[in-house]
């Protein structure tokens, strides 16, 4: 079993910056990447930012060169930079993590955080 818990979200001004931080315990050796994921009222979750253990990220389009992903390996910590905040980036934000279970038919096992609040104020 894996245990994520976020924290860092808040109330913000547009333009302003928060850092969100996902503290992850037990099992972490199976974890093969870390993300971010979103959900506004009436939307669908989905992704922001992921890392994999081998450091490679990827970001969703709408949030490409102001939000950063990166990782402390020594604290099992992933962290979410989020700079030049949007009113639209208001959401709960998750902490997501996943083991591949079977690489053959992309099966895998994710576990997730409790969420935190951000909003953004315009």
């Known amino acids: 079993q894996v245990q994520l818990v976020e924290s860092g979200g808040g109330l913000v001004q547009a333009g302003g910056s928060l850092r969100l931080s996902c503290a992850a315990s037990?099992?972490?050796?199976?974890?093969?990447?870390m993300g971010w994921y979103r959900q506004a009222p009436g939307k669908q979750r989905e992704l922001v930012a992921a890392?994999?253990?081998?450091?490679?990220?990827n970001y969703a389009d709408f949030v490409k060169g102001r939000f950063t992903i990166s990782r402390d390996n020594a604290k099992n910590t992933v962290y979410l930079q989020m700079n030049s905040l949007k009113p639209e980036d208001t959401a709960v934000y998750y902490c997501?993590?996943?083991?591949?279970?079977?690489?053959?038919?992309?099966?895998?096992?994710?576990?997730w955080g409790q969420g935190t609040q951000v909003t953004v104020s315009s």
């Open positions: 997501n993590g996943y083991r591949i279970v079977d690489p053959a038919l992309g099966r895998r096992r994710d576990y």
């Open positions: 890392i994999t253990s081998g450091g490679t990220t």
């Open positions: 037990g099992s972490i050796f199976s974890i093969n990447a």
